[in-house]
């Protein structure tokens, strides 16, 4: 079994770039005509590594728990860690066949969480974006919509439908956008450092934050 302890920070690294990228329109103008196409692309272009992030860091996790199973007993608190940080890294319904034998006394645990866990693959913002929007989960909706009121987005949409749209209206709604959008990500903390890594509380909200960005973004462009 590989070291779980091992991790490749440059997705986490890239991902940050891209959203760095996003919120400095200005400083690269004269080699970008269209803000809207290139702050989309922005958003766009954290698709891979954040797959690739939340990939490494799902098989880090399965096997670093599997570890401990297999050196003994999980108790309550373990198990527990356990779900917040899967629920994090899985789709809804693949986290509920996880979490059932993520419990003290669960029978046949340890053959069953490796069968599971060996079989699923991580879920991203992406996946969840694709999905026709009666088919998303509640979950995912409420936090992407609390993220979309907290970056002032439905005020913004509100002022790009109150007048015809012209090319100075868009860039002053766009700058606002990137201004709120770079304070939240000082507020949170978004780790810059390759030692730190994206925390379970982080994880989810940066991926609604890039999330309620591309959905304003396509809903207005």
């Not at 590594?49 to 939340?54: H, I, N, R, V």
């Not at 069968?115 to 936090?143: C, H, I, V, Y």
């Not at 439908?161 to 949170?188: D, G, H, Q």
């Amino acid at each position: 079994m590989s070291d779980p302890g091992a991790f490749d920070p440059t997705p986490q690294l890239v991902i940050v770039a891209r959203l760095s990228e996003y919120c400095q329109f200005r400083s690269i103008l004269k080699y970008e005509a269209d803000p809207w196409d290139f702050m989309l692309r922005k958003l766009k272009e954290t698709e891979e590594p954040l797959a690739a992030f939340k990939d490494a860091l799902f098989r880090r996790t399965r096997e670093r728990l599997l570890a401990e199973l297999a050196a003994g007993f999980l108790d309550e608190e373990r198990c527990s860690d356990y779900r917040l940080l899967f629920e994090r890294l899985l789709s809804p319904g693949d986290f509920a066949d996880v979490a059932i034998h993520l419990c003290t006394g669960a029978p046949n645990q340890t053959k069953s969480l490796r069968d599971l866990l060996g079989a699923m693959q991580p879920a991203t913002l992406f996946t969840n974006e694709r999905k026709p929007e009666g088919q998303r989960s509640a979950a995912w909706d409420k936090l992407v919509g609390e993220l979309y009121r907290r970056l002032d987005l439905d005020r913004l949409g509100t002022v790009m439908v109150r007048k015809p749209s012209t090319p100075t209206r868009k860039a002053m709604v766009l700058r606002r956008v990137r201004r709120n959008v770079a304070e939240y990500c000082t507020v949170v903390r978004i780790p810059t450092d390759p030692r730190d890594t994206f925390t379970p509380f982080m994880l989810p909200r940066i991926e609604a934050l890039i999330a309620a960005n591309l959905r304003f973004l396509l809903r207005y462009r």
